[in-house]
């Protein structure tokens, strides 16, 4: 499959591991999101829908850990309560 082809194809398994969170009403974060990728690889026949399974699980864990590291970076910037002067 070409690769653009793979692309839509992750888009496409995204979508709808989103689609299913919305229609049972499970919080949409991306823990849940993950969750539900790792239950549709396992449940996938198909190799390349598995393989844009395999594709969107890394980008949802990317997304994750690249968010964890601005919150570290966001936090670690504000001063801690004891070095903020009171007027």
């Not at 499959?1 to 888009?11: F, G, I, V, W």
């Not at 239950?39 to 390349?48: C, G, S």
């Not at 699980?57 to 801690?80: F, H």
Request: net charge neutral; hydrophobic share 40%.
């Amino acid at each position: 499959m070409r690769s653009n082809q793979q692309e839509k194809l992750t888009e496409i398994v995204l979508g709808e591991a989103v689609m299913s969170l919305l229609e049972v009403n499970a919080p949409l974060n991306g823990s849940t999101l993950a969750n539900c990728i790792k239950r549709m690889i396992t449940a996938e026949v198909n190799p390349e829908r598995s393989h844009a399974l395999n594709c969107a699980l890394a980008e949802v864990k990317a997304s994750l850990s690249s968010a964890r590291e601005a919150d570290i970076s966001t936090t670690s910037a504000i001063p801690a309560l004891k070095d903020i002067k009171r007027h």
